[in-house]
């Protein structure tokens, strides 16, 4: 891995926390805001792919995990790593993994659709994936109950998938840094 | 602003990184492989006098951390009334209540240099698969440093946006936000790589 590659990962962990300091959206009656967080989630994978955007958000809750006070609702520290929805956090990583692996198998025909293919995909069915059972055992509550709890975020995270997809498409187009196996013969 | 921990002389502070973490993660196996109202109860004790009185952190440094999960934990506690019983529910609840309490003493109490330090030593066995754990101090600084580059090219885009006219368009702002960013970001890398950044070190230090 260059040492470009490495401030490309720094970049989109920074990223996802700028992102987390815009303002949060309430939902009423659950105690986790919508925020434009999993937006750079998906936006590190469609961007980076698979390793570099894993990779990115890795290095985010490490920094979290540090004690800076990157997400959303202010908080940080290993207190976030231990709370009942923690598995939303730990599946950020292997989201912007299979989004990115996702991106990179429709490299050369990527358009608005397959983006959104793979946004849907990783960033919202791998993360409930996650999350919801996650929840469901560390907090003893049965799956139906999470499950219920999450569908409110359903519409926002769809919004967020089309979002990082237009971007996705666009960024690709202008400044593509996927590269394809077969053409980096000539890269170091 | 960036950072959590709080200065201190205490045993706790005084107390190795790795010690600490590794106390947090059989505190919470433990709390998790005996479910009992009495052992959850002692270690929400244990954790406070650890924190507030040998630490002795403020206690609003703790309710900073319990601020953005106890919501959810008093939802969680209602669904445990509806579903199973009083008994189970509180136990859960003072569980998770006690893990975010001891993470936040952690934080409280730990550098981040130390925690760099742990994370570099945990991936040192990784280091035979060409993992660089030395690099993990470079990265979090990368991070750090970029966090306020971004917000501010963001603002410096939607003001230019807005001269022309636009307005309230987000999807407009981060293209050529990552654009620039990324460009930014490459140019980083060059930078680093002129200065020596991309040497692979020899397997022990050698000097020149």
């Not at chain 1, 990779?55 to 985010?60: P, R």
């Not at chain 1, 409930?128 to 109950?145: E, H, K, Q």
């Not at chain 2, 750090?144 to 001269?163: H, W």
């Amino acid at each position: 891995m260059k040492t470009r590659d490495l401030a490309y990962i720094a970049l989109f962990a920074a990223i996802v926390a700028v992102l987390g300091q815009l303002p949060a959206v309430p939902v009423p009656g659950i105690p986790v805001p919508i925020t434009a967080q999993t937006l750079g989630v998906m936006l590190a994978g469609s961007v980076l792919g698979a390793k570099r955007g894993g990779l990115a958000l890795l290095l985010f809750l490490a920094v979290v995990a540090m004690g800076a006070p990157l997400l959303a609702s202010g908080s940080g520290g290993l207190g976030v790593f231990v709370g009942p929805t923690a598995g939303y956090l730990y599946s950020w990583p292997v989201a912007a993994f299979v989004i990115g692996w996702l991106t990179e198998r429709f490299w050369r025909r990527l358009n608005l659709a397959w983006a959104l293919v793979a946004n849907l995909l990783g960033g919202i069915v791998v993360i409930y994936a996650i999350g919801i059972p996650f929840t469901s055992l560390y907090a003893d509550v049965p799956l139906s109950v999470s499950a219920t709890g999450s569908l409110a975020f359903i519409p926002g995270d769809v919004v967020k998938a089309v979002a990082a997809s237009v971007v996705a498409v666009a960024v690709r187009r202008a400044y593509p840094v996927i590269e394809l196996p077969g053409r980096r013969a000539t890269a170091g | 602003m960036l950072s959590l921990y709080a200065p201190g002389t205490s045993p706790v502070h005084r107390t190795r990184a790795g010690l600490k973490l590794a106390a947090l993660a059989a505190l919470g196996t433990g709390l998790f492989a005996l479910p009992r109202i009495e052992v959850v109860a002692a270690a929400l004790v244990g954790v406070l006098v650890a924190g507030l009185v040998v630490a002795r952190l403020p206690a609003r440094a703790l309710w900073a951390q319990v601020r953005p999960v106890w919501l959810l934990l008093a939802a969680l506690f209602g669904v445990h009334l509806l579903v199973t019983d009083a008994l189970t529910g509180t136990v859960t609840v003072l569980r998770l209540l006690t893990l975010v309490l001891a993470a936040a003493v952690v934080t409280a109490t730990t550098r981040v240099t130390a925690l760099v330090a742990v994370v570099e030593w945990l991936l040192r066995p990784l280091e035979v698969v060409g993992v660089r754990p030395a690099r993990v101090g470079l990265m979090v600084a990368m991070t750090l440093r970029f966090i306020p580059v971004v917000a501010e090219r963001a603002a410096r885009i939607r003001e230019a946006q807005a001269a022309r006219g636009a307005s309230g368009m987000r999807l407009g702002l981060l293209v050529p936000l990552l654009i620039q960013v990324l460009q930014l970001a490459s140019t980083l890398g060059e930078a680093l790589d002129a200065r020596g950044a991309d040497d692979v070190p020899a397997r022990r230090p050698r000097r020149a």
